[in-house]
């Protein structure tokens, strides 16, 4: 039986990249599992990052896929098709990223510089969500 919905190339390759990407964020689960139960040292200002970085990925990858496929029923093209299908999923290495990052080392009780990737990733997952949003109430 053939599927109904036909994807863009672009829109089916950051799909699969991202459903790849969800082994990854299973790894982190697993980490985040021993630092839970004791088994890895970690400040509590870590403990509160490492959940902080894993929630993001794992919410962030899975709006990700959704707007890899919603941005093929818009009209965007060019710049803004790119920000509307790519957005989402930048945000969703920059934002844990920022929160791991930042947080990494020995006894570490407040984030270093990097936290700066948690407001890039920000600023990319807003550029993303409102330009498919206006390209889907325009489409």
């Known amino acids: 039986m053939e599927p109904v919905l036909v994807l863009t190339p672009a829109a089916l390759r950051l799909a699969g990249i991202l459903m790849l990407a969800f082994v990854t964020i299973e790894t982190g689960g697993m980490y985040l599992v021993k630092l839970v139960r004791g088994r890895a040292p970690a400040t509590e200002f870590q403990m509160n990052f490492a959940r902080a970085g894993h ?34 999923p930048v945000a969703a290495i920059l934002m844990p990223a920022g929160f791991f990052f ?31 949003g206006i390209g889907l109430l325009t489409a």
């Open 55 to 88: 929630a993001h990925a794992g919410v962030l990858v899975i709006l990700g896929v959704l707007t890899a496929v919603l941005t093929d029923a818009t009209h965007l093209t060019g710049v803004a098709s790119l920000v509307a299908r790519s957005g989402v």
């Open 102 to 132: 930042s947080s990494m080392g020995t006894d570490v009780h407040e984030p270093n510089r990097l936290i700066v990737l948690v407001w890039l990733g920000a600023v990319a997952l807003a550029a993303g969500a409102a330009t498919l």
